[in-house]
């Protein structure tokens, strides 16, 4: 629509650009949803569904057997930092590939944003990864299903914010589970460390962090999320490089992965391909369904990927294990109850009572007829 004003001296053009130019040069419709070559629009809500679980659920056990696998060659444990640089490498790649796949190449996010989300980045893989070196594999993942804990904590004590009840049972109940869950750990495993509690917790701070700074990074400057992996991870990368030049880690670390290329450096490249595809569904799942599915699903998908650690490999077992993981969950639980109190509607106490005393009433007058 074009209006224009004419005369000797002024000259006014008002254009409304279409609904196609509009949009992102990278987004083909708004409707679309294309996860790994998949363009999800074309299917029912139940199928939809059904593809973005499998995918989480195969790209994610996979993902977690890998990296536990990973840790289980002999020597390697002390090279956490060298793994995930590989693992930083190889994320750069896949997002550099995928970016050349869309129309829109430019950098909207500035340079200095990502230097941040990198070093944060950096922080929660490089943290979580070494801790492996400590800690059991399902210990390692208990802690990560808690983010709520350092998320409260920070809004506590940086933002002056007040949580509900229903939220401070939550952390409670996270805390409590994982106190039990951590002194279970420390009682029966033989390579139980308070280093690696420390180096979890830190890369669980810093992974309550990256989540608020990315989301408003992409908000504010409509970027894809190809270019958030592309440079977020390529700069952690160069930090990561320049870390274990400095510190001397690199030549020794280069050299043990040399001897046995397969089990190192190609288990990292599944390890990291899994994951970033995993990602892909995760992000598909809360687009269509929103968060509240896409958080049940994932906390889904962590208890298997428990399970499924014990089972293929060996490490002491107790009962506490299970007591501690349910209180966990139930935190998680309260916490998206919390998010979602308009969706989900629990019956209240009078509610319960009152459902109760008309079924007596039913059956009494069944009985008397």
């Known amino acids: 629509m074009d209006l224009k004003f004419n005369n000797s001296r002024k000259y006014i053009s008002i254009t409304v650009p279409s609904k196609t130019q509009t949009m992102s040069p990278h987004i083909k419709s708004i409707d679309d949803i294309v996860v790994l070559g998949i363009n999800l629009s074309k299917f029912n809500k139940l199928t939809q569904f059904f593809i973005c679980v499998a995918g989480v659920f195969v790209f994610y056990l996979i993902y977690g057997y890998l990296q536990e696998l990973i840790f ?6 002390s090279y956490g930092w060298y793994l995930t640089l590989v693992q930083f490498a190889f994320y750069s790649i896949f997002g550099l590939v995928e970016l050349q796949l ?37 210990t390692q993942v208990i802690f990560k299903c808690c983010k709520l804990i350092p998320v409260m904590l920070g809004g506590v004590f940086i933002q002056g914010k007040r949580y509900n009840i229903v939220d401070v ?21 033989p390579n139980f460390n308070l280093t690696g509690v420390m180096l979890i917790s830190l890369a669980l701070c810093a992974d309550a962090v990256i ?8 908000k504010m400057h409509n970027a894809s999320n190809s270019e958030m992996v ?6 952690g990368f160069v930090y990561i490089l320049l870390g274990l030049t400095c510190t001397s880690g690199l030549g020794p670390a280069v050299t043990f992965c040399s001897k046995n290329p397969i089990r190192t450096y190609g288990y990292a490249f599944l390890f990291s391909l899994t994951g970033y595809f995993g990602i892909s569904f995760v992000l598909a799942l809360i687009k269509i369904f929103g968060a509240l599915l896409a958080v049940t ?26 007591w501690s993981g349910l209180l966990v969950v139930l935190g998680i639980f309260l916490n998206v109850y919390s998010k979602n109190m308009d969706k989900i ?19 009494t007058l069944a009985q008397t007829v």
Not at 72 to 77: A, Y
Not at 346 to 359: F, V
């Open 169 to 189: 049972s939550a952390a409670v109940c996270m805390s409590l589970g994982l106190i039990w869950f951590t002194l279970a750990d420390s009682t029966i495993a």
């Open 72 to 77: 289980s060659v002999e020597g390697l444990k």
């Open 102 to 138: 869309i129309q829109d190449k430019r950098r909207r996010i500035p340079g200095k944003t990502y230097m941040i989300i990198a070093f944060l980045t950096v922080g929660t893989m490089g943290l979580s990864n070494t801790s492996l070196g400590y800690l059991n594999y399902p």
């Open 345 to 363: 509607r629990l019956p209240s106490l009078y509610d319960l009572i009152s459902k109760l005393m008309e079924a007596r009433k039913s059956r």
């Open 230 to 235: 592309l440079y977020s991870y390529s700069i």
């Open 211 to 218: 989540g608020n700074v990315q989301e408003k990074a992409m």
């Open 297 to 322: 699903v994932t906390t889904g998908r962590k208890a298997m990927t428990i399970v499924l650690s014990f089972l293929f490999f060996a490490k002491p077992f107790t009962f506490q294990y299970v």
